[in-house]
């Protein structure tokens, strides 16, 4: 196959990582080899959601993994990943980054987070005199999880908005992965309607795989009569599970059918499971291989978003893709107007509680584990949803075009004409 270019991606999460970005982040790079790219990846060794580094994670460390140069540069990991030790790390890795051996680029995409990484990197272009054309990705919005999660003041969020926005106006194009970032990017940090575009994120597992689904449910002692709502992927301070371990305590009280599964890590993991002890309706189990995963999803009765009240806008779970992937119902905990609520009411694949309120979220799991039939539309319309819109091949094409024009020097892609031609293919 003829090379079409070299790309060079920046980004702090890849493979072997299961959660959060990293799985985007890794079939991206993979999707770019089979479209004929050289891809070559700046990144650090797994440590997410967990924030601890593998044991014997070298200071440097290059080799080709499934046709991709990895260059992985250790930073510094802090055990609590809040406020200055955060913005340390992240810093940490910026410097790693910009004194990584690139090579010669034709297109630089950074991937943000980490955001202070991809302003670094666009700085040492700068500095250098290159004139490398730059896509930045933006997967969360920093200024705004300062706010909505409460971890900084008024202060900080200004300072992430200035270095948000000074990010993308040194960008050739920005790419986000929902229509509300887009409104964002363009009313309040300065973004061009010309150079920014919506390409939605896709679900990184196989379109779902035939299982028997009492097995899996009696191999994770699971009874017929429970109503099992599972919840997977990061335990954060934005993931707000507080709200799902006073849930867990209701459903106790109650005597009802209702148990939760938290399955992951993250920040809050350990005070969680501390929080969870003596309640017999809660269980904390770790991160699963994707085969098991894609199982208990499959096996669940109701799959859960929760979030902290206050979150908005900062980010598209990304979970949602996987459990549109599952067929299973919904449940979303979470702000009215969020971007969590737009997607699933858009989707059609579940139903939405306030965020904080334990009574309507254990209200919501029974009713849904009640009425079999509204359970498997409602999951049937996710994964419609699916099929129809998060296409990983469609996302990836949309991609490999706009790499080929910033290559060629063609004209930015216009930022309205992408959104509707995108959210249509995918």
């Keep these: 196959m003829e090379t079409r270019g070299t790309i060079v991606i920046v980004g702090l999460n890849y493979a072997p990582e299961t959660t959060g970005i990293a799985p ?3 079939a991206f790079a993979r999707g770019l080899v089979a479209r004929g790219w050289r891809t070559r990846v700046i990144t650090t060794h797994p440590h997410y959601p967990s924030w601890t580094l593998p044991f014997g994670a070298k200071w440097s460390d290059t080799r080709v993994v499934d046709g991709v140069r990895v260059s992985r540069r250790r930073h510094f990991v802090p055990q609590r990943p809040r406020g ?77 908005a200035r270095v948000e926005a000074w990010t993308i106006r040194h960008s050739d194009v ?46 994770f002692r699971w009874t017929d009569s429970d109503i099992v709502v599972v919840h997977a992927g990061a335990m954060g301070v934005k993931q707000g599970l507080s ?19 938290m399955i992951g890590g ?30 208990v999803l499959q096996a669940a009765d109701v799959l859960l978003v ?35 609520e737009s997607e699933v009411l858009r989707a059609g694949g579940g139903v939405v509680v306030p965020a904080g309120d334990p009574a ?17 539309s409602l999951g049937r319309a996710g994964l419609a949803f699916r099929r129809e819109h998060l296409s990983e091949g469609a996302a990836m094409d949309r991609y490999a075009q706009i790499l080929a024009d910033l290559r060629s020097g063609a004209a930015r892609p216009s930022g309205r004409t992408s959104t509707s031609r995108t959210l249509g293919n995918q």
């Design 84 to 160: 200055v030790l955060r913005l340390l790390s992240e810093i940490s890795f910026g410097l790693r980054a910009v004194a990584a051996w690139w090579g010669r680029a034709d297109v630089i995409v950074l991937v943000s987070p980490s955001l202070f990484a991809s302003a670094m990197t666009i700085m040492r272009l700068r500095l250098t005199g290159r004139r490398t054309p730059v896509l930045t990705w933006i997967q969360d919005l920093y200024s705004l999880g300062i706010t909505e999660t409460g971890q900084g003041s008024s202060r900080v969020a200004a300072v992430m």
């Design 360 to 376: 309507a979220l254990v209200d919501a799991a029974e009713q849904l584990g009640a009425d079999h039939a509204r359970a498997d």
């Design 243 to 261: 709200n799902v371990i006073e849930a867990a305590k209701l459903a106790d009280f109650r005597s009802s059918r209702v148990r939760f599964v």
């Design 24 to 26: 985007y982040t890794t």
């Design 174 to 219: 920005v790419a986000v992965i929902h229509d509300r970032f887009r409104s964002h990017v363009l009313a309040d940090l300065g973004g061009s309607e010309d150079s920014t575009v919506v390409v939605r994120n896709w679900t990184h597992l196989q379109d779902r795989p035939s299982i028997n689904r009492a097995a899996v449910r009696a191999r």
């Design 306 to 340: 929760n979030e902290k009240p206050g979150v908005a806008g900062m980010a598209v779970p990304s979970k949602l893709t996987s459990y549109f992937n599952a067929g299973r119902p919904v449940l979303a905990a979470t702000d009215p107007g969020s971007v969590t």
């Design 266 to 295: 993250g920040s809050q993991r350990e005070a969680l499971v501390g929080s969870s002890m003596g309640i017999p309706t809660i269980e904390i189990v770790d991160s699963l291989p994707d085969e098991d995963f894609q199982a």
